[in-house]
């Protein structure tokens, strides 16, 4: 399932709440969903992988990205009628890159945001650039992490409440699947990736 989202921006007092709908793809990875706008506003529309919200509170891991989800696009609704239909081209996100998030004893850090923002992408196929966005993940209660991406360069870094993000690494995953982090080779088992976040002695009380 994946949920398709239109937001009017934050300072939109009256639809600032993202409208919202989840659809299912079929066998063909097609799908359908319609949503309720109001006239004579301009929405960002975006989908994603489905987030049950109710769990989501409970503390559960944020889902899975096996696509790359594509740049939002904007919805202008006329004061009367129904907006133009708008078509999301998903890419599947084949290639994975495991890590760990650790602190600077090399201790896993449990839950904390990974992220890969993309520098470019690249087809499978041809090997021309296109556009993409990038890919998100949660660290496990041992740090580690999974991203799936496609091809492409992306800068990746994680962050963790009340710890400062850590340093961005560069990392480039070829056509073949294959990923480099400043001309070295990663490997999922030898040589994962791994990212450093610093935690902080400093606490903040009051009543």
Same mark, same amino acid.
């Given at each position: !399932? ?17 409208? !919202? ?27 994603? &992988? ?5 769990? *989501? ?10 696509? !790359? /989800? =594509? ?6 609704? =006329?004061?009367?009628?129904? &907006? ?28 904390? *945001?990974? *992220? ?5 992408? *690249? ?9 993409? !966005? ?11 992490? #999974?991203?799936?991406?496609? /091809? ?8 963790? &409440?009340?710890? =400062? ?27 994962? #990736? ?14």
């Amino acid at each position: !399932m994946v949920d398709v989202f239109c937001s009017a921006g934050a300072f939109d007092s009256q639809s600032s709440v993202p409208v !919202m709908a989840t659809t299912t793809l079929n066998g063909s990875g097609a799908g359908t969903a319609s949503l309720i706008l109001e006239p004579s506003k301009t929405y960002d529309c975006g989908v994603g &992988p489905h987030i049950d919200f109710g769990e *989501f509170d409970k503390g559960s891991q944020v889902p899975e990205f096996k696509f !790359m /989800p =594509p740049k939002p696009q904007q919805v202008v609704v =006329p004061s009367s009628g129904n &907006p133009t239909a708008i078509t999301f081209t998903l890419t599947v996100a084949a290639n994975t890159l495991r890590g760990k998030v650790v602190d600077s004893s090399g201790s896993g850090i449990a839950n904390a *945001f990974v *992220f890969a923002n993309p520098q470019g992408c *690249f087809d499978s196929t041809t090997g021309a650039h296109k556009d993409c !966005m990038g890919g998100f993940s949660q660290s496990t209660s041992t740090g580690g992490f #999974l991203l799936n991406v496609s /091809p492409g360069s992306y800068e990746v870094g994680a962050g963790a &409440p009340g710890m =400062p993000n850590g340093q961005l690494v560069e990392v480039t995953v070829d056509t073949d699947g294959n990923a480099t982090s400043g001309g070295v080779a990663l490997n999922n088992t030898t040589n994962p #990736l791994t990212l450093k976040l610093a935690k902080t002695s400093v606490s903040i009380s009051g009543t």
